[in-house]
């Protein structure tokens, strides 16, 4: 029994990542949306504090690495 919902899940997964009905399209774009969106956002705000930061009095943001880890 568990060997089956295992062998299931497996070919579901399978299925979301090649598409193959519409229903596994939506499975697979939705997670793929959010990741891209939350990255683009994340650069964003990583240059956002570089430019920002970089000159300013009391920061230890000096290089572009340094504002996108946030450390």
Avoid: N, W
């Avoid at 919902?5 to 598409?19: K, M, N, S, W």
């Amino acid at each position: 029994m568990p060997l089956r919902v295992v062998g299931t899940a497996a070919r579901e997964f399978r299925d979301a990542l090649r598409a193959a009905t519409d229903t596994h399209r939506r499975l697979r774009d939705h997670p793929v949306t959010i990741i891209v969106v939350t990255a683009g956002v994340d650069l964003f705000c990583a240059i956002a504090a570089f430019l920002l930061g970089r000159h300013s009095q009391k920061t230890e943001i000096k290089t572009f690495g340094s504002a996108y880890s946030g450390r």
